[in-house]
């Protein structure tokens, strides 16, 4: 590399300090300009466990859930019946199938408690 002038060290007159981009000459001409993709529709928010689970009025399952961030949200059946914390869960509550579950009913609170938009498998 040396025969082609390019040695491994410089001097320091050739430095000079930085001169930020002229915003005013360059116009639109950003340093950095991000893309967004949006979402991913596979990401999906990880369930840390089940805490409990709750008969409606109309008699459709419901189970309270932590998400992965410290969340704490009421999902139907629908929601958790592909997830692997529903099977530790019915372990733990000593049954083998959700429809054993114990019938507890909803409070009128929880039974007007809205769901949080997570993005969910279908």
Known sequence: ???RGIFPKFHISLLAPHEPNNTLVFLGQA???FYNFGDDPEWEYQVSELVDHAWDADNCLWFHMKWGLG?????PLTNVDDIATL??????QNV???ENLHRTRMS???DNMPI???PRSA
């Open 71 to 75: 969340d704490l949200t009421w999902e």
């Open 96 to 98: 083998e199938k959700v």
């Open 108 to 110: 009128t609170e929880a």
């Open 1 to 3: 590399m040396e025969c």
């Open 31 to 33: 340093a950095q300009i």
């Open 116 to 118: 949080d938009d997570l």
């Open 87 to 92: 099977d530790d869960y019915l372990t733990l």
